[in-house]
């Protein structure tokens, strides 16, 4: 988290976020548990301790839908080192998947700013038939910083998920936000084994947190027409 980027905003007009709605009795097979990789809590400060309470105390653990995904919080969040962030891994490996799937939903955030365009982490497929792909995550398109100051441009081709504060932004008049990022597979009929989630460049400021992934079974065909098009 940067406060220089106070000084960069851009006044342009939000969509009003989409707040957590409980989720009775709600099947969560299609949620990927996380709760062994966390290396943050909730209750924790994310990315430094230069601010108490900076933390993501706010968003309440458990099955909830935030926009128009379902994800499974749990009690923390994976978070990737960089220069700014620098007691932390740069990968986790071996995120237990399992399943197929035609989508993945991706619950994310940062801490620190990179110019935009710029690949700041990405997410390793592994499928059962050892083959892989690779998801770049990108600053300014899939996230921003958490921090959400007045005028704060979001993402362009991600969707604000969830809207907080903690004690610390509130001292800047800031909210606190994650964002949801979604990948159609061009192997949806493939099983995928793994995920890595892996951080692009140590040696830059901005740092990516993972909260939460869904698996969605979604429309394969639509996928894969995607995929032919490209092709062609």
Same mark, same amino acid.
């Given at each position: 988290m940067t406060f220089r980027s106070g000084l960069l905003l851009a006044a342009v007009g939000l969509a009003a976020p989409a707040f957590a709605a409980p989720v009775p009795k709600t099947d969560t097979k299609d949620q990927i548990k996380l709760k062994d990789h966390i290396n943050v809590k909730l209750d924790e400060n994310l990315h430094s301790e230069n601010y108490p309470n900076n933390n993501l105390k706010s968003l309440k653990p458990g099955v909830q839908k935030l926009g128009e995904v379902t994800y499974d919080i749990g009690d923390g969040v994976l978070q990737l080192g960089s220069a700014?962030? =620098?007691d932390k891994p740069d990968k986790f490996e071996g995120i237990k998947v399992g399943r197929t799937a035609a989508i993945l939903h991706f619950l994310q955030g940062a801490g620190?700013?990179?110019p935009n365009d710029t690949v700041v982490g990405k997410y390793v497929i592994r499928y059962a038939d050892k083959t892989k792909t690779e998801v770049e995550i990108v600053y300014g398109k899939d996230l921003v910083d958490w921090w959400a100051y007045p005028g704060r441009d979001a993402p362009t081709a991600s969707?604000?998920?969830?809207e907080g504060e903690n004690e610390a932004s509130k001292g800047f008049d800031a909210k606190i936000r994650l964002y949801h990022m979604e990948w159609k597979n061009s192997h949806?009929? =493939?099983v995928i084994e793994t995920i890595?989630?892996?951080a692009a460049d140590v040696n830059q400021a901005c740092a990516p947190f993972l909260v939460a992934v869904t698996a969605d079974a979604g429309k394969a065909e639509d996928n894969k027409k995607d995929e032919s098009k490209k092709d062609k």
């Open positions: 700014s962030v =620098k620190y700013d990179a969707k604000i998920a969830w949806p009929d =493939k890595d989630f892996v």
